[in-house]
T-cell receptor
Framework: GQNIDQPTEMTATEGAIVQINCTYQ??????LFWYQQHAGEAPTFLSY????GLEEKGRFSSFLSRSKGYSYLLLKELQMKDSASYLC????????????FGTGTRLTVIP | GAVVSQHPSWVICKSGTSVKIECRSL??????MFWYRQFPKQSLMLMAT?????????EQGVEKDKFLINHASLTLSTLTVTSAHPEDSSFYIC?????????????FGEGSRLTVL
């Protein structure tokens, strides 16, 4: 099975940096994804890690440590529009390579 | 990127009726599509994996006779909620994976919000 943990809620200030952590346990790890989801909308892809290390894409970066079962999403220069839920998802290579999602972290950016 | 379209976006129905939701991959062929359900302030829960030309694979706890999934072609999967009840009210989201995209990320439809009265 899969077990994916994220903080439920976080608050940060506009212009600041925030780190959202994700820990996971899975039997057949085959990649970790971060998605952004605004309320009432479908998730949109942010990042993908399959090897250890940091992947940077503009204001967003994602880090993975497979040995620790740990990832984080780093958001820099926060903007008000970054207020959303951030979903950590792990792909399990057993079966159909399904993605299993954590509970999501609801980020609120304040002025 | 790849585009997935879902229809309808909103549906309100009476208890006991059936509702069909369509999921289409617009610019790629999807041999596999996934159906998720999301309750308010909760994350996505995988309901089933839809395979073109074969039966869907359901996750534990999901009633296959209640949530009928048909993957008639490489670009279309449908989810039918049969004899819907108020507890079935939820946000249903489909997704698909494109072979063109190496990361294997999922592309999501816009979601369908079902309200059963």
């Amino acid at each position: 099975g899969q077990n994916i943990d994220q903080p439920t809620e976080m608050t940060a200030t506009e212009g600041a940096i925030v780190q959202i952590n994700c820990t996971y346990q899975t039997s057949g790890f085959n990649g970790l994804f971060w998605y952004q989801q605004h309320a009432g909308e479908a998730p949109t892809f942010l990042s993908y890690n399959v090897l250890d290390g940091l992947e940077e894409k503009g204001r967003f970066s994602s880090f993975l440590s497979r040995s620790k079962g740990y990832s984080y999403l780093l958001l820099k220069e926060l903007q008000m529009k970054d207020s959303a839920s951030y979903l950590c998802a792990v792909r399990d290579q057993t079966g159909a390579n399904n993605l299993f999602f954590g509970t999501g972290t609801r980020l609120t950016v304040i002025p | 990127g790849a585009v997935v379209s879902q229809h309808p976006s909103w549906v309100i129905c009476k208890s006991g009726t059936s509702v069909k939701i369509e999921c289409r991959s617009l610019d790629f062929q999807a041999t596999t599509m996934f159906w998720y359900r999301q309750f308010p302030k909760q994350s996505l829960m995988l309901m089933a994996t839809s395979n073109e030309g074969s039966k869907a694979t359901y996750e534990q706890g999901v009633e296959k006779d209640k949530f009928l999934i048909n993957h008639a072609s490489l670009t279309l999967s449908t989810l039918t909620v049969t004899s819907a009840h108020p507890e079935d009210s939820s946000f249903y989201i489909c997704s698909a994976r494109s072979r063109r995209v190496e990361t294997g990320e999922l592309f999501f439809g816009e979601g369908s919000r079902l309200t059963v009265l």
